[in-house]
């Protein structure tokens, strides 16, 4: 980056690193164990990108040849038959958690040695040293087994891979390997017979018989039990340890308890308090059945089917872009916008640390890797280290709700609701530059108030400089609105199309150079006009054409000249991609002069170029385009995991609540909580989300809470689409609530800064948070919604509609937001008293959501037998009139005191 940050307060990447191993509780590993590593992530990347490119259908068409692929139908070693195979979402989905299930127990140790068991298991030693002396036998029989113990699960140093780790791994690979085998002869029949009508051990591997019956000798009847039943606790054992390791303790024992909740969930006494959660009797098996092998409900359903399709190529799709250099770029031209200006560096982190939110989708990891370059910025303009680390937080779990990459839980509210991902793009819009907006509200008036100036011009990046070096980053978010709003694709098919026009610019930008420039340019239009007319010629592209010229069957009808160049603009990204790679393998050593990789790309490129014995390859333009692909494959399988574990292990509760028949008992159950107040219901729907947010991500809160919680929601008359972005708001809000405020504490970790505090300013920048979403749920005109579906430009010609239900609220919440900023930060032209701060809130309530006093009036005239119906647009537009005519007047008068005090006149340091 070329901002100019002092050595200072700039973090090393080993202190960037420290921190996030801290928060995340992630190993950092060297030598062959991050080769092993790498090479999962990449395939795990490259498994996905194949199955948004081609679907579920695994092979490939070789040049004469014809159809190659693995016959999965036969035991491995797998060998015959090489046609293309077509797998089952159950299999894929089985494949996706197993990848992520591997890396989890190679990223994330099981225990550092420092928990409530270690240390009573570690009292053990010095206990019995004490009783019985250090020399004796039974000290040096505990020590030894202490030592054992710690070798095989202990990593102190988040540097290893334990045996234990090894032994997960060998066991994560069996559930997978049976589901993709015996899919056809086994678990197909599954749902008529039983599981435990399925084979044993024995007999699906005849060479374990003797150990099978040794152990069935000694009263281990595994000869009695089904292998799809132990695979199937297995995998779930395994989800469930995967879990505590990634996310922590919280959730893995909330998924542990529903599981035990499906087996005896029917002692509840159906005569007691809590008698609506009484479930019928059910089955070891068919729990596990239901938990393991279907796609409808438990591990592998819809969450993880949504992962599989979206999640995970729009994480790989931010993985690119960020490796690409872009958010280097961003960040740069956000200091170059607003740097110079009042509050600038505060200004540019608001904006690039969103921007880059949106693409990392980690409030974590974002906050400690843009938070590097914007905290101490903000420090050195006169910011404190506690309110900096609390502006690049806030803004950086914002991010996960800034379209059109917004975070995993966007793509859940997508399959959930069945809409498409353009409606929600359309209906997250305003909400989130409504967030932002209030954050740039805040941090001008915290300027204001400290005399903050911005930094000299000298010290900023170039605006236009840095727009020519970088213009072409835009062009990705530029195709992936057409794809999704204008072209409607699918998603994943959107997110495909993306990377692959990510990988052509970043190709032809490191072959293009003064001296390939025409010849680059000129092949790339000739292959292109080439493959036009083979289309219009052949039917077929050119490889295809070529296999027909040399008397391959190849089955084809000439397209028509519009066809064909449709086609072929198609095929334009693979062009270019491989045009740009013919000539980076002939002139290897180009300029390249307009790459500025992310460093973690150049960092890999040095040190895999250092292991093969050739560093100078590292400053290779084509090595650095090969190490760019592959990091940003292992970055975007690292990102993932965590979340394909999260939505592996969350699936498990809506399963329990659809297979059980809970959920209409729990609707009434909360709906009688609630005493069928919406408010209140609204209330503790926030509460629980922001308590379930604190202890698992924001994807694992919301797939809870939506099943426990949406057909209240939508009982009490609140348009699904609010419903579900209200539980996404809220859920954000843990990431910088006290006392976790993980996000916060991050932040705190780089500005140097005390935690607690920062956490407390970044929660109090946040709240907009939480009054944007109470506004839209009243106001659904603020998602662009007309009775629960996006408006069409017929609804904006109906004034009648448009103006008092889109218009007006949209106007009260931005009015509003500015209102909340005056009252979080205390001052405006001058300083805000404690009074005047209480008026500028009542003015934030009223704008916002006038609802609100309307109903808490309604309860009071309810208890007094008066029944009423107040919250009617005749009502709150005047209370909305009210909170302008409140926030002009305060406005006008504080800005008399500044001109009578000389307040607004220019500070030193305002550039």
Same mark, same amino acid.
């Given at each position: 980056?070329?901002?100019?940050?002092?050595?200072?307060?700039?973090?090393?990447?080993?202190?960037?690193?420290?921190?996030?191993?801290?928060?995340?509780?992630?190993?950092?590993?060297?030598?062959?164990?991050?080769?092993?590593?790498?090479?999962?992530?990449?395939?795990?990347?490259?498994?996905?990108?194949?199955?948004?490119?081609?679907?579920?259908?695994?092979?490939?068409?070789?040049?004469?040849?014809?159809?190659?692929?693995?016959?999965?139908?036969?035991?491995?070693?797998?060998?015959?038959?090489?046609?293309?195979?077509?797998?089952?979402?159950?299999?894929?989905?089985?494949?996706?958690v197993t990848f992520a299930l591997v890396l989890a127990f190679l990223l994330f140790p099981g225990t550092r040695g420092d928990g409530f068991i270690a240390r009573r298991l570690g009292a053990i030693e010095p206990t019995v040293r004490r009783r019985f002396g250090p020399d004796s036998a039974a000290t040096r029989v505990v020590g030894r087994l202490g030592d054992?113990?710690?070798?095989?699960?202990?990593?102190?140093?988040?540097?290893?891979?334990?045996?234990?780790?090894?032994?997960?791994?060998?066991?994560?690979?069996?559930?997978?390997?049976?589901?993709?085998?015996?899919?056809?002869?086994?678990?197909?029949?599954?749902?008529?017979?039983?599981?435990?009508?399925?084979?044993?051990?024995?007999?699906?591997?005849?060479?374990?018989?003797?150990?099978?019956?040794?152990?069935?000798?000694?009263?281990?009847?595994?000869?009695?039990?089904?292998?799809?039943?132990?695979?199937?606790?297995?995998?779930?054992?395994?989800?469930?340890?995967?879990?505590?390791?990634?996310?922590?303790?919280?959730?893995?024992?909330?998924?542990?308890?529903?599981?035990?909740?499906?087996?005896?969930?029917?002692?509840?006494?159906?005569?007691?308090?809590?008698?609506?959660?009484?479930?019928?009797?059910?089955?070891?098996?068919?729990?596990?059945?239901?938990?393991?092998?279907?796609?409808?409900?438990?591990?592998?359903?819809?969450?993880?089917?949504?992962?599989?399709r979206f999640i995970y190529i729009f994480i790989l799709f931010g993985a690119f872009l960020e490796m690409s250099g872009a958010g280097k770029w961003f960040i740069d031209l956000a200091y170059s916008l607003t740097g110079t200006k009042k509050g600038g560096p505060a200004k540019a982190s608001v904006v690039s640390s969103g921007f880059m939110g949106m693409l990392?989708?980690?409030?974590?990891?974002?906050?400690?890797?843009?938070?590097?370059?914007?905290?101490?910025?903000?420090?050195?303009?006169?910011?404190?280290?506690?309110?900096?680390?609390?502006?690049?937080?806030?803004?950086?779990?914002?991010?996960?709700?800034?379209?059109?990459?917004?975070?995993?839980?966007?793509?859940?509210?997508?399959?959930?609701?069945?809409?498409?991902?353009?409606?929600?793009?359309?209906?997250?819009?305003?909400?989130a530059i409504a967030f932002f907006f209030g954050m740039w509200i805040m941090v001008h008036f915290e300027a204001v108030r400290g005399g903050i100036g911005g930094l000299p011009r000298d010290q900023l990046p170039d605006l236009r400089a840095r727009f020519r070096e970088g213009w072409f980053y835009l062009v990705p978010i530029v195709l992936l609105l057409y794809?999704?709003?204008?072209?409607?694709?699918?998603?994943?098919?959107?997110?495909?199309?993306?990377?692959?026009?990510?990988?052509?610019?970043?190709?032809?930008?490191?072959?293009?150079?003064?001296?390939?420039?025409?010849?680059?340019?000129?092949?790339?239009?000739?292959?292109?006009?080439?493959? @036009? #007319? $083979?289309? *219009?010629? &052949?039917?077929?592209?050119?490889? !295809?054409? +070529?296999?027909?010229? =040399?008397? %391959?069957?190849?089955?084809?009808?000439?397209?028509? @000249? #519009? $066809?064909? *160049?449709? &086609?072929?603009?198609?095929?334009? !990204?693979? +062009?270019?991609?491989? =045009?740009? %790679?013919?000539?980076?393998?002939?002139?290897?050593?180009?300029?390249?002069?307009?790459?500025?990789?992310?460093?973690?790309?150049?960092?890999?490129?040095?040190?895999?170029?250092?292991?093969?014995?050739?560093?100078?390859?590292?400053?290779?333009?084509?090595?650095?385009?090969?190490?760019?692909?592959?990091?940003?494959?292992?970055?975007?399988?690292?990102?993932?995991?965590?979340?394909?574990?999260?939505?592996?292990?969350?699936?498990?509760?809506?399963?329990?609540?659809?297979?059980?028949?809970?959920?209409?008992?729990?609707?009434?159950?909360?709906?009688?909580?609630?005493?069928?107040?919406?408010?209140?219901?609204?209330?503790?729907?926030?509460?629980?989300?922001?308590?379930?947010?604190?202890?698992?991500?924001?994807?694992?809160?919301?797939?809870?809470?939506?099943?426990?919680?949406?057909?209240?929601?939508?009982?009490?008359?609140?348009?699904?689409?609010?419903?579900?972005?209200?539980?996404?708001?809220?859920?954000?809000?843990?990431?910088?609530?006290?006392?976790?405020?993980?996000?916060?504490?991050?932040?705190?970790?780089?500005?140097?800064?005390?935690?607690?505090?920062?956490?407390?300013?970044?929660?109090?920048?946040?709240?907009?948070?939480?009054?944007?979403?109470?506004?839209?749920?009243?106001?659904?005109?603020?998602?662009?919604?007309?009775?629960?579906?996006?408006?069409?430009?017929?609804?904006?010609?109906?004034?009648?509609?448009?103006?008092?239900?889109?218009?007006?609220?949209?106007?009260?919440?931005?009015?509003?937001?500015?209102?909340?900023?005056?009252?979080?930060?205390?001052?405006?032209?001058?300083?805000?008293?404690?009074?005047?701060?209480?008026?500028?809130?009542?003015?934030?309530?009223?704008?916002?959501?006038?609802?609100?006093?309307?109903?808490?009036?309604?309860?009071?005239?309810?208890?007094?037998?008066?029944?009423?119906?107040?919250?009617?647009?005749?009502?709150?537009?005047?209370?909305?009139?009210?909170?302008?005519?409140?926030?002009?007047?305060?406005?006008?008068?504080?800005?008399?005191?500044?001109?009578?005090?000389?307040?607004?006149?220019?500070?030193?340091?305002?550039?």
């Amino acid at each position: 980056m070329s901002v100019d940050t002092p050595d200072t307060d700039t973090l090393s990447d080993e202190e960037q690193e420290e921190i996030l191993q801290e928060v995340e509780r992630r190993r950092t590993h060297g030598g062959s164990t991050a080769v092993l590593v790498a090479l999962v992530a990449i395939a795990f990347s490259a498994f996905q990108l194949w199955l948004a490119a081609r679907g579920r259908t695994f092979g490939a068409t070789l040049p004469i040849v014809g159809e190659v692929g693995p016959s999965l139908g036969l035991p491995l070693p797998i060998v015959g038959e090489i046609e293309p195979v077509q797998l089952q979402q159950l299999q894929v989905n089985a494949i996706h958690v197993t990848f992520a299930l591997v890396l989890a127990f190679l990223l994330f140790p099981g225990t550092r040695g420092d928990g409530f068991i270690a240390r009573r298991l570690g009292a053990i030693e010095p206990t019995v040293r004490r009783r019985f002396g250090p020399d004796s036998a039974a000290t040096r029989v505990v020590g030894r087994l202490g030592d054992g113990v710690r070798w095989a699960f202990v990593d102190r140093e988040l540097s290893r891979v334990t045996p234990v780790d090894a032994v997960l791994i060998v066991l994560s690979l069996l559930p997978p390997l049976y589901i993709v085998t015996e899919f056809r002869e086994e678990i197909q029949s599954i749902p008529l017979f039983g599981i435990q009508a399925a084979r044993p051990i024995q007999e699906v591997y005849p060479f374990l018989e003797p150990i099978v019956m040794a152990l069935a000798a000694i009263g281990i009847p595994l000869d009695e039990i089904s292998y799809a039943f132990l695979l199937g606790v297995l995998g779930i054992l395994l989800v469930l340890e995967a879990t505590r390791r990634t996310l922590g303790p919280l959730l893995m024992s909330l998924v542990a308890f529903f599981i035990v909740y499906a087996r005896w969930g029917y002692f509840v006494p159906r005569d007691s308090v809590i008698g609506a959660l009484a479930i019928q009797e059910a089955t070891w098996g068919s729990i596990v059945f239901n938990l393991w092998y279907t796609v409808e409900a438990g591990v592998m359903s819809t969450p993880v089917t949504v992962s599989v399709r979206f999640i995970y190529i729009f994480i790989l799709f931010g993985a690119f872009l960020e490796m690409s250099g872009a958010g280097k770029w961003f960040i740069d031209l956000a200091y170059s916008l607003t740097g110079t200006k009042k509050g600038g560096p505060a200004k540019a982190s608001v904006v690039s640390s969103g921007f880059m939110g949106m693409l990392s989708g980690s409030s974590i990891a974002n906050t400690v890797t843009t938070g590097a370059f914007t905290i101490p910025l903000m420090k050195r303009s006169g910011y404190t280290p506690e309110f900096s680390g609390a502006v690049e937080s806030s803004a950086s779990s914002g991010g996960q709700m800034l379209p059109p990459v917004m975070g995993a839980a966007a793509f859940l509210i997508v399959e959930f609701l069945g809409i498409p991902y353009g409606d929600v793009i359309v209906a997250a819009t305003l909400p989130a530059i409504a967030f932002f907006f209030g954050m740039w509200i805040m941090v001008h008036f915290e300027a204001v108030r400290g005399g903050i100036g911005g930094l000299p011009r000298d010290q900023l990046p170039d605006l236009r400089a840095r727009f020519r070096e970088g213009w072409f980053y835009l062009v990705p978010i530029v195709l992936l609105l057409y794809y999704l709003i204008v072209a409607r694709l699918s998603i994943g098919r959107s997110g495909w199309y993306t990377i692959v026009a990510i990988v052509a610019l970043i190709a032809l930008v490191a072959a293009y150079d003064e001296h390939t420039r025409v010849p680059l340019l000129g092949t790339i239009a000739a292959v292109f006009l080439a493959q @036009i #007319g $083979a289309y *219009a010629v &052949a039917g077929t592209g050119l490889a !295809g054409a +070529i296999r027909s010229a =040399v008397g %391959a069957d190849v089955a084809t009808e000439a397209y028509s @000249i #519009g $066809a064909a *160049a449709s &086609a072929a603009a198609a095929d334009l !990204g693979t +062009i270019v991609i491989l =045009v740009s %790679a013919a000539f980076l393998l002939v002139r290897p050593d180009s300029d390249g002069s307009l790459l500025e990789f992310d460093d973690d790309v150049d960092e890999s490129a040095r040190r895999t170029a250092s292991a093969i014995g050739r560093p100078q390859a590292a400053d290779n333009t084509a090595y650095r385009f090969l190490s760019f692909i592959l990091q940003s494959m292992d970055s975007g399988a690292r990102t993932a995991t965590t979340v394909v574990v999260a939505v592996a292990a969350a699936g498990v509760v809506p399963g329990v609540i659809s297979v059980t028949g809970l959920g209409p008992n729990l609707a009434a159950l909360i709906d009688t909580v609630s005493g069928g107040s919406m408010l209140v219901l609204l209330s503790l729907t926030g509460v629980a989300s922001i308590i379930f947010g604190m202890g698992m991500p924001t994807t694992a809160m919301y797939i809870i809470l939506i099943a426990m919680l949406e057909t209240p929601l939508r009982d009490a008359g609140i348009a699904a689409l609010a419903a579900h972005l209200f539980v996404l708001y809220f859920g954000l809000m843990a990431d910088v609530t006290p006392p976790v405020a993980v996000a916060a504490f991050a932040g705190a970790g780089v500005a140097k800064a005390e935690e607690l505090k920062t956490a407390s300013i970044a929660f109090l920048l946040s709240l907009n948070k939480i009054l944007v979403p109470f506004a839209f749920v009243f106001s659904p005109g603020i998602l662009l919604l007309r009775d629960g579906e996006v408006i069409r430009p017929g609804d904006v010609a109906d004034v009648g509609f448009f103006i008092p239900e889109v218009v007006i609220p949209v106007l009260g919440m931005f009015l509003g937001v500015y209102a909340l900023g005056v009252t979080i930060i205390g001052y405006q032209y001058a300083s805000v008293s404690g009074r005047e701060r209480i008026a500028y809130s009542i003015a934030s309530i009223l704008l916002m959501v006038p609802e609100i006093p309307l109903l808490l009036v309604e309860a009071v005239l309810a208890l007094a037998g008066i029944p009423s119906a107040l919250t009617i647009t005749l009502i709150t537009a005047p209370l909305r009139a009210a909170g302008l005519a409140i926030l002009v007047g305060f406005s006008t008068r504080n800005r008399r005191v500044a001109n009578g005090a000389d307040v607004g006149t220019a500070v030193p340091g305002d550039a």
